[in-house]
């Protein structure tokens, strides 16, 4: 298997497991408003349960990034039907979006921006409502930033709805930008 493939596989597992946890979030609201204490109390078990896993999800994917080799930067393919454009493909857009914005933004003026930039690489699946309401793409470029975060690419101490780029987010501008 691929990185390209074991990345897509974690995306949409975890991607699968937010739109899980949105509905149990929708239900122990449903049971709070109609006065149900305990199946609102059991939605909030299941979703600290749901949360525990993604952070073992998500470790457990660092961990595989990290024993496998990374091979050099390839250009994102074109749009394939059916196919979700991969996380990667946002990691140099949110970058540069929030440098165009002077190193921060709020969401929204970030994805407006990349938006713009990767508009060509998005598929008819990306552009699909997820259960959530979301956009597909939308969705995959804030687990991209969620990923920025981890790397320390944006700033994790920023406001809500806010992306800011860390000073090594800077420098990761700086090397992308030697590279062409």
Not at 15 to 24: I, K, L, N, S
Not at 40 to 57: D, F, G, N, T, Y
Not at 89 to 105: C, M, N, Q, S, T
């Amino acid at each position: 298997m691929e990185t390209d493939d074991l990345n897509a596989a974690f995306e949409m597992l975890l991607e699968q497991m937010a739109e899980a946890a949105e509905h149990v979030k929708l239900r122990g609201a449903e049971a709070l408003r109609q006065g149900a204490l305990e199946r609102a109390r059991e939605a909030l078990e299941i979703l600290a349960s749901l949360q525990k896993l993604v952070e073992e999800l998500e470790r457990l994917w660092r961990r595989c990034q990290a024993l496998l080799p990374e091979g050099p930067e390839r250009p994102v393919p074109g749009p394939e039907p059916g196919v979700r454009t991969p996380e990667r493909a946002f990691r140099r857009p949110i970058l540069e979006a929030l440098k165009e914005l002077g190193g921060r933004g709020s969401v929204d003026d970030v994805l407006r921006r990349v938006e713009a930039n990767v508009s060509g690489k998005l598929t008819e699946f990306d552009r699909k409502l997820l259960r959530t309401g979301e956009i597909r793409w939308r969705n995959t470029a804030m687990w991209c930033r969620k990923h920025l975060v981890i790397e320390g690419l944006l700033s994790s101490d920023s406001p809500r709805g806010i992306w800011e780029l860390s000073p090594e987010g800077w420098e990761e501008l700086r090397r992308l930008a030697s590279l062409g």
